[in-house]
């Protein structure tokens, strides 16, 4: 999916991280492998023992949409009240980040959209860890 299309480097610039992942389509499929790693590591895994995830699969995607600049159709909860009172630490998000740089990997995106989508992902880290 991701890399299927040469890069234009004149319309590159205008292109959100969205755009650039491929879209929808690559979301998608992204979020499928990321929570495919996330229920296999034992660090995190537990998180969800008992989570409706097929409702997760698409809060996960709308979000992620969302906050890569793609269409909002996200109505969940903020960062910091989604994670509120599940006490998680710096490990907890280092192995979800692992996952998600991992997936990405696996789905041959580029370097430099990796790094954005890891600043991105920073950015709500205080959020997310409710300090």
Request: aromatic letters at 8%; glycine letters at 6%; a negative charge.
């Amino acid at each position: 999916m991701f890399g299927l299309f040469k890069k234009n480097p004149e319309t590159e610039l205008e292109k959100t991280v969205f755009d650039k992942l491929g879209g929808a389509p690559a979301i998608d499929l992204a979020v499928d492998i990321f929570y495919r790693k996330v229920l296999v590591d034992d660090r995190i895994a537990h998180f969800f023992d008992t989570v409706d995830m097929e409702n997760q699969h698409k809060k996960q995607k709308a979000f992620l949409t969302m906050a890569f600049g793609g269409p909002n159709h996200y109505t969940g909860k903020d960062m910091r009240e989604a994670h509120k009172g599940m006490n998680l630490t710096e490990e907890h998000f280092g192995a979800v980040a692992e996952a998600l740089v991992g997936t990405l990997q696996e789905l041959n995106v580029p370097q430099e959209d990796i790094d954005s989508v890891v600043e991105i992902a920073a950015s709500v880290k205080d959020d997310v860890l409710n300090r």
